[in-house]
């Protein structure tokens, strides 16, 4: 068993993306993280902080792919992982690498944060039991009151103070600056979606497009506003809106522990596919 590492990862997602897209909605944040340093390469403006590889069994077969930037260590399982992740735990040590947290399937997951803690004499916990859906079809659903709408920069200062509200309920802090960041960038780009019943009430991205999906990310609905199906509507009006543009299907992560969004996803009509596990340590 051996570990190779990659420098582009235009080349690695090439090598690695007829294993990854045979689960294309469950490999989503992988394979869309590596396709947007892929444009970054191609712009020449790619992060100075991220590793990327994999681990090989003797006779080739895959065992773990991995890609390491400043929040986590985004991994793909296969074949012996325990095996594969105290390899990989030895070769990132041996390279001093800075791993804050994991995010894979739970197999995976579990055995990298164990076999790194270890290591690094670190207790890993964890941070967020997530499920991965998928969407082929919306479902009809009761719709509230109002419409999707691309947001505009004159939602900049609103959907920056959302950023921050959101981060802050999945226990994640982010400055206001970063939160402002996030907003310019996603209006800018066209990813974001507000849902508009006079004003808006909810918001709900576009991100990380694969092959044939993309993902619904970063839903948030105000306090204020809560309880009046704004989230169920923004969702499956974005979700049928990513459909009816070309993309076959949509994904999304959720938190296990929140049933309530769980349940609007799945009456929309996504489909719970794998669990994901993110670990922290301290």
Same mark, same amino acid.
Not at 81 to 107: C, F, I, K, Y
Not at 164 to 184: D, N
Not at 271 to 281: L, P
């Given at each position: 068993?051996?570990?190779?590492?990659?420098?582009?990862?235009?080349?690695?997602?090439?090598?690695?993306?007829?294993?990854? %897209?045979?689960?294309?909605?469950?490999?989503?944040? #992988?394979?869309?993280?590596?396709?947007?340093?892929?444009?970054?390469?191609?712009?020449?403006?790619?992060?100075?902080?991220?590793?990327?590889?994999?681990?090989?069994?003797?006779?080739?077969?895959?065992? #773990?792919?991995?890609?390491?930037?400043?929040?986590?260590?985004?991994?793909?399982?296969?074949?012996?992982?325990?095996?594969? &992740?105290?390899?990989?735990?030895?070769?990132?040590?041996?390279?001093?690498?800075?791993?804050?947290?994991?995010?894979?399937?739970?197999?995976?997951?579990?055995?990298?944060?164990?076999?790194?803690?270890?290591?690094?004499?670190? @207790?890993?916990?964890?941070?967020?039991?997530?499920?991965?859906?998928?969407?082929?079809?919306?479902?009809?659903?009761?719709? &509230?009151?109002?419409?999707?709408?691309?947001?505009?920069?004159?939602?900049?200062?609103?959907?920056?103070?959302?950023?921050?509200?959101?981060? %802050?309920?999945?226990? %994640?802090?982010?400055?206001?600056?970063?939160?402002?960041?996030?907003?310019?960038?996603?209006?800018?780009?066209?990813?974001?979606? #507000?849902?508009?019943?006079?004003?808006?009430?909810?918001?709900?991205?576009?991100?990380?497009?694969?092959?044939?999906?993309?993902?619904?990310?970063?839903?948030? @609905?105000?306090?204020?506003?809560?309880?009046?199906?704004?989230?169920? &509507?923004?969702?499956?009006?974005?979700?049928?809106?990513?459909?009816?543009?070309?993309?076959?299907?949509?994904?999304?992560?959720?938190?296990?522990?929140?049933?309530?969004?769980?349940?609007?996803?799945?009456?929309?009509?996504?489909?719970?596919?794998?669990?994901?596990?993110?670990?922290?340590?301290?």
């Amino acid at each position: 068993m051996k570990v190779t590492e990659e420098k582009s990862p235009t080349r690695f997602l090439a090598r690695n993306r007829a294993l990854l %897209e045979q689960d294309e909605a469950g490999n989503n944040l #992988l394979l869309g993280l590596l396709a947007l340093l892929s444009e970054r390469e191609e712009k020449g403006d790619l992060p100075q902080y991220h590793r990327m590889g994999k681990v090989e069994t003797a006779d080739g077969e895959t065992a #773990l792919l991995y890609l390491l930037n400043p929040l986590n260590i985004v991994l793909y399982g296969g074949e012996k992982v325990r095996q594969a &992740s105290e390899l990989l735990a030895d070769h990132l040590a041996r390279a001093r690498a800075t791993v804050p947290g994991v995010v894979g399937p739970r197999e995976a997951a579990e055995a990298f944060a164990a076999a790194w803690g270890v290591r690094m004499s670190v @207790t890993p916990y964890v941070k967020m039991d997530q499920g991965i859906y998928r969407l082929d079809q919306v479902e009809p659903v009761p719709m &509230s009151p109002g419409e999707l709408v691309q947001a505009g920069p004159k939602d900049t200062e609103r959907v920056a103070g959302w950023y921050a509200a959101f981060y %802050e309920e999945i226990g %994640e802090q982010i400055t206001p600056s970063v939160a402002l960041a996030k907003a310019q960038d996603a209006i800018a780009g066209g990813w974001l979606y #507000l849902w508009r019943d006079g004003e808006a009430v909810s918001m709900a991205k576009k991100a990380r497009p694969t092959g044939n999906g993309v993902v619904v990310s970063v839903v948030y @609905t105000p306090p204020a506003y809560r309880g009046r199906g704004y989230a169920t &509507s923004c969702v499956a009006a974005l979700s049928r809106l990513l459909l009816d543009s070309g993309y076959r299907f949509c994904s999304l992560y959720t938190d296990l522990a929140n049933p309530t969004s769980n349940a609007i996803y799945s009456r929309i009509g996504y489909r719970f596919i794998q669990e994901s596990v993110q670990y922290r340590f301290r």
